[in-house]
């Protein structure tokens, strides 16, 4: 097993660090936080660089590379902050759109993200639970059509995405997997934004009022049969991407903090000199490093489809969720007062690493996972 | 990045697999006559040394002349899974093969070579590092065994402690002072001297959890004369001569510690599929988190192990590695807490009858000596934070 990145990965992920450097310094990022900007240009740039291309195959206009690729941009887009709908596109409505839908809605819906030309998002979970079993809002047949009620929690990007996946389950299909996916256009949908902690990422709450979806927009009909399998998959990908990004955003405040150690000089000496400071900097190493290893082992699982994935996936966000708590905690505290302000560049990433603990499950909500697979307590 | 290895490294690993088959000592054997300390040799460890040495089999990246068939770094990492992986050990002697021999091989003078270096190659000698004394543990530089320039050789006088497998090791790899008046780290050196050269006296130290065994020891020296031919390097040179070890090997120690914190995590979780069901579910979901948590360590730590070794097979440097000797002993400490607290009352139980072995709680007070011997934790943190981040002295 080989877990360190290849030539060619340390290429690009010094390519789009550089990159974000100059696209997205934290002035942009402020300006975004402060509804002073949308990052719209941002998004351009990425696209003119083909980064939604990334891991799309050539049949759709990508660039086949793999999703070992995709968690290295995902990586430094949560080092820089930075806003747009890249997670929710690439990471989401893209594995949605190829695990669940065919061939043909494939070629439909991904050429247009791969050229740049659409953005889209997941709407999952309900009540902040991501698992197809909380899966409530309706789907009811009508002719060859669907129509779709209910309620989604936590969508990124569903009031600016232009195509939705939602994902619903028919109610009359007792003994069978009842669960469907529809694409739906993003302005049908009612998206109510929340405030929350990073404004970059746009969290939405969503209504679905009778939502009429036509035969050629259904991914997964209800009562096909796999489709829960299938959006396990689509979790994976999405659950494993939100890790990196939450990942990028601890590893900039670990750094952040350990070049302060070293800086601040308090009773004559450079506070990093400080035994109790040292050793606490030493864990936030550790846990970043740690993190870090699980995180690649997941995303090279799904790369390269192993049986692992899903178990993998829960153990990057598992990790990725104790690693931000200890972090942020620690990365703020010893920055002191400096820490609490508005211009130190410091809080827009501790609010991205807090954001990421949210979506796609909690760690803790990740290990009841991993106890279930583990056959500590009942499925 | 890959999860496999290529064609050539797997027919590397069937290779040996093959061999271990056929030429491991048998589980007969090795219970029947265990080793019971980290110098122990007994018979079956002497032969199997013996035959992993001459069909190149024990340490497979040196060449044949010292047991090996000049491997690559990767095929000595599956070289060390198989053997793992059939809970074979490589060696009773741990400290002989993995530092002494190899420091021997870097620093020794032919005699030296054939005398002591060879014979632990062949099973036929077993080594003791003494270095810990009663004033100088974690700070080994200011230890104070004295060894004066007398004659054609060395007196020596004074103590160590903990000197694991003193009381079966033929020899012990002795670091001395032998410049008083140098600053603490240039008058050091290394002697190699027989244990059973007069003046010489072994005390063992009864262990924490198993008072009858006899690990660790007190070693006095009153008056030890030692051949200046013992002396390993150059005089006064001896601190350069404490990180030695198999040096191509270095960045696979972990390998042996993630596959004990695996199997250790599997018996963990086997015991907790019967004992959970029995708890109220509020005790149930936390013992489960408990567990899980570890998973997720074990995990953890076995990544963070491949990701540096790739770096160092690449040529590169792995910072990683420093990370690893405090978060693994770490991690083994926990498990054994876990398991304890698991059990419940049942956890102060010293034996488990079923295993036929120490419970929990008796191997926990054992683990720690992963987080104290060979630099403890915190003196690793303070490794990582200085030599690896940067950060300043205090
Ligand atoms: C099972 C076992 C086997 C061993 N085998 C051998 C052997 O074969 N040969 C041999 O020579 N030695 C051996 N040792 C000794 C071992 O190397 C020492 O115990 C170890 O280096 C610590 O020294 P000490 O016990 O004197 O503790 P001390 O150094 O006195 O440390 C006591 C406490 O103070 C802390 N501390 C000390 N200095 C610092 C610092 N600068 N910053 C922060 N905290 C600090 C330590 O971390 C520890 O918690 C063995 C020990 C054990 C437990």
């Avoid at chain 1, 990965?9 to 550089?18: A, Q, S």
């Avoid at chain 2, 069909?55 to 198989?82: I, K």
């Avoid at chain 2, 948590?293 to 790739?310: E, M």
């Amino acid at each position: 097993m080989d877990l360190e990145l290849s030539e060619e990965e340390l290429e690009l992920r010094d390519n789009v660090r550089g990159v974000l450097a100059a696209a997205c310094p934290p002035s942009l990022v402020r300006s975004v936080f402060e509804g002073k900007d949308t990052g719209d240009a941002l998004w351009e740039q990425m696209v003119g660089l083909y980064w939604p291309a990334l891991a799309l195959p050539e049949r759709v206009g990508g660039l086949g590379r793999t999703f070992v690729d995709v968690t290295i941009v995902v990586e430094e887009l949560g080092r820089a902050v930075a806003p747009g709908p890249y997670l929710a596109t690439v990471t989401q409505f893209t594995p949605a759109v190829s695990e669940l839908g065919s061939p043909e809605q494939a070629d439909r819906f991904l050429a247009p993200v791969a050229a740049g030309e659409t953005t889209g998002t997941l709407a999952v979970a309900e009540h902040g639970r991501w698992e197809p079993a909380a899966v409530a809002a309706v789907a009811r047949p009508e002719g060859s059509d669907w129509v779709l009620t209910g309620s989604k929690s936590t969508v990124l990007d569903a009031d600016t995405a232009d195509e939705v996946v939602v994902v619903a389950r028919a109610t009359d299909t007792a003994g069978i997997d009842g669960l469907g996916a529809f694409v739906v256009p993003g302005d049908e949908l009612e998206a109510f934004p929340r405030r929350v902690i990073d404004p970059t990422l746009r969290i939405c709450d969503v209504v679905l009022d009778d939502i009429e979806v036509p035969a050629d927009r259904v991914l997964a009909e209800p009562g096909a049969g796999g489709t829960t399998q299938a959006l396990r998959r689509v979790l994976d990908e999405a659950t494993v991407a939100v890790a990196a990004s939450t990942i990028g955003a601890c590893r900039r405040i670990f750094e952040m903090t350990l070049d302060y150690a070293k800086e601040r000089e308090q009773f004559g000496r450079p506070i990093g000199s400080f035994q109790a400071v040292k050793h606490r900097i030493a864990d936030l190493y550790s846990i970043v490093e740690r993190s870090t290893a699980l995180l690649y082992f997941a995303a090279l699982t799904i790369a390269e489809d192993d049986p692992r994935r899903r178990e993998a996936a829960s153990l990057a966000k598992a990790a990725a969720g104790d690693c931000q708590r200890l972090v942020a905690e620690d990365g703020l505290q010893l920055h002191g007062g400096i820490g609490m302000t508005w211009e130190y560049d410091l809080h827009l990433l501790l609010k991205r690493a807090k954001a990421g603990e949210a979506l796609f499950g909690t760690a803790a909500s990740h290990r009841a996972e991993l106890a279930r697979s583990l056959e500590l307590v009942a499925p | 990045m890959r999860l496999t290895f290529d064609d050539t490294v797997e027919s590397f690993r069937s290779t040996f697999r093959a061999w271990l088959g056929e030429n491991r000592p048998s589980e007969e054997e090795m219970t029947a006559d265990p080793a019971v300390s980290s110098a122990h040799l007994p018979g079956w460890a002497r032969r199997w040394t013996r035959r992993m040495f001459d069909d190149g089999w024990l340490v497979p990246g040196w060449p044949p002349e010292r047991g090996g068939r000049d491997a690559a770094p990767v095929e000595t990492l599956v070289y060390l899974e198989e053997l793992e992986r059939a809970r074979v050990p490589r060696t009773t002697n741990p400290q002989g093969l993995g530092i002494v021999a190899p420091s021997i091989f870097e620093f020794g003078t032919e005699e030296q070579v054939s005398r002591y270096a060879m014979p632990i190659l062949r099973g036929e000698k077993s080594a003791c590092l003494g270095m810990s004394e009663p004033g100088a543990g974690s700070d080994l530089a200011s230890l104070s065994t004295r060894a004066t320039a007398e004659g054609d050789g060395f007196v020596v006088n004074g103590q160590k402690v903990w000197t694991s497998g003193a009381s079966h090791a033929d020899f012990c790899f002795l670091f001395c002072r032998t410049d008083p008046d140098a600053p603490k780290h240039k008058g050091i050196s290394v002697l190699l001297v027989d244990m059973d050269t007069p003046g010489v006296t072994v005390r063992p130290l009864p262990h924490i959890t198993k008072p009858e065994q006899t690990d660790l020891n007190e070693v006095f020296f009153t008056d030890a004369v030692v051949p200046a031919a013992n002396l390993l390097g150059q005089l006064n040179n001896g601190w350069a001569l404490a990180g030695a070890s198999l040096a191509h090997e270095r960045g696979m120690v972990w390998l042996g510690t993630v596959m004990e914190l695996e199997s250790t995590f599997d018996r963990l979780a086997a015991e907790a599929r019967e004992i959970l069901p029995r708890l109220p579910a509020f005790e149930q979901a936390h013992a489960a988190d408990q567990i899980v948590r570890c998973y997720v360590d074990v995990q953890a730590a076995k990544c963070l192990g491949y990701r540096s070794f790739a770096k160092l097979a690449r040529g590169g440097s792995a910072p990683e590695q420093a990370l690893m000797k405090a978060f693994c002993s770490e991690s083994h400490r926990r498990l054994h807490l876990v398991g304890s607290e698991l059990h419940g009352d049942g956890g102060l139980d010293v034996w488990d009858a079923r295993r036929g072995e120490q419970a929990w709680i008796e191997q926990y007070f054992n683990s720690f000596g992963g987080t104290i011997s060979a630099g403890t934790s915190e003196i690793q943190r303070n490794i990582i934070a200085e030599r690896v981040l940067g950060l300043p002295r205090g």
